[in-house]
């Protein structure tokens, strides 16, 4: 993209996995205005004298568990499943707790930010879905090679979970194995993929015979720079969230 010129009302969107941390700027019409990716875990040079109305920081495919709202220690949670975290990190929704595993590059990296606020995914697409009053649903996308899904059941939240996938077989394969699982009714149930419009199709194409067609929440402008049409497709969506 061309060369980030500041003004105050952009909102800056960082999102952090594993490795990297990829910077979306957005004007103050929600447009992506620029995007860049930063591997050396600090803020770049061209953002550090950038004023933002507001900045948000979204941890994405981290390791998480769920807790009751009155846990007081995450810790032993977190550990049965995941054993020790690097930095063990919370938050909170209405109806859990998350413990999520936090890289532990990210606390400098925060402390270079105005006024952060810090979100996981896991936090962002349940407080989308729980809006929408769904009755039996599934919720989910695919990043770097990880499926997360949170389904719900008779209008009760019931699983949040991630799922490492090599193809789109292997996503399918997870999908149908929830929805047994749940015993979740393949009639009424509402599937939502947050992905491009090319995986969709895809999705589509697999599913037309065992579940119900898929509705699609994609972004509104296009994929630009080093992230790719399905990834853009997904940090739109949990930027969209914020704006």
Known sequence: MSVYHNAVSDLLIVTVDSHRQIYSIYAKDNQLKHQMVGVD???PASLSAAIFSSTHVHVMNSPF???PLETKELAPFFELNHGKPSHLASSKTDAFQIGYDQP????PLLKSLVNA?????????YEYAAKANVVHAIYFYEYEGILTLLA???GSFVLANRYPIQHIDELFYFLMLVVEQLELPVDSLQLTAISSPSNAEKYLHTFKNYLPAIRTITPTDSSSGDIDESMHAVL???AQCEL
Not at 104 to 107: D, E, P
Not at 117 to 125: P, S
Request: hydrophobic share 50%; net charge neutral.
């Open 41 to 43: 875990h600090t803020l």
């Open 65 to 67: 568990t769920l807790c």
């Open 104 to 107: 532990a590059w990210i606390q």
């Open 117 to 125: 606020k810090l979100n996981t995914d896991i936090e962002l697409l």
């Open 152 to 154: 719900w059941k008779n």
């Open 236 to 238: 739109h969506f949990f």
